[in-house]
Nanobody, 124 residues
Framework: QVQLVESGGGLVQAGGSLRLSCAAS????????MAWFRQAPGKEREFVAS????????YYADSVKGRFTISRDNAKNTVFLQMNSLKPDDTAVYYC?????????????????WGQGTQVTVSS
């Protein structure tokens, strides 16, 4: 397992941007598929984006496609989520997750490591 720590959340106006970071411990970070999930109050945790460790293939939820970009820097054991054109509906706690597999998943249960979450609030 890896330990994950998110940062970069905050309060932003609709239409603005934020960049989330997730720092991972462990020497085998490059062998983990990484993902971002989010959870709004009263709602289930939902998939946002993932990036595989082979080839860096990315996958996005339809709700964020074209606005969010996931990337990773294996040399720095860090995964990023660039969020542009933010909407009030994007307000949630954002979680970084890791899966020791070469391909991604949209199911929270398939990820064995989680960060503590970072709050993103988008005002209208």
């Amino acid at each position: 397992q890896v330990q994950l720590v998110e940062s970069g959340g905050g309060l932003v106006q609709a239409g603005g941007s934020l960049r989330l970071s997730c720092a991972a411990s462990g020497r085998t970070f490059s062998r983990y598929t990484m993902a971002w999930f989010r959870q709004a109050p009263g709602k289930e945790r939902e998939f946002v984006a993932s990036i595989s460790w082979i080839g860096g293939s990315t996958y996005y939820a339809d709700s964020v496609k074209g606005r969010f970009t996931i990337s990773r820097d294996n040399a720095k054991n860090t995964v990023f989520l660039q969020m542009n054109s933010l909407k009030p509906d994007d307000t949630a706690v954002y979680y970084c997750a890791a899966r020791q597999a070469s391909y991604g998943s949209t199911l929270p249960a398939d990820f064995g490591s989680w960060g503590q979450g970072t709050q993103v609030t988008v005002s209208s």
